[in-house]
């Protein structure tokens, strides 16, 4: 069992809460296109340290054949 868990939150919403697992899937649908703040949160018996960062999520343009 780890001592570290992350809990990940993406525009202000926590998508998953704290846990052991480092690894978070989102699994976009058309309503996630456009500019996202991303979060992570680590934590441990010392305490806490978070970073965030800006994310963009676009869609490949259809060219008409």
Known sequence: ES???FQFIR???IMRD???????N???D???FGKHTVG???RNINGVSSTEFEIYIL???IIPE
């Not at 846990?19 to 978070?24: C, L, P």
Request: proline share 4%; hydrophobic share 35%.
């Open 26 to 28: 989102w699994d976009t």
């Open 11 to 13: 525009d202000g919403e």
């Open 59 to 61: 869609r490949i343009p």
């Open 3 to 5: 001592d570290v868990e």
């Open 18 to 24: 704290f846990e052991s697992s480092g690894v978070f």
């Open 40 to 42: 992570l949160k680590v």
């Open 30 to 32: 058309n309503v996630d």
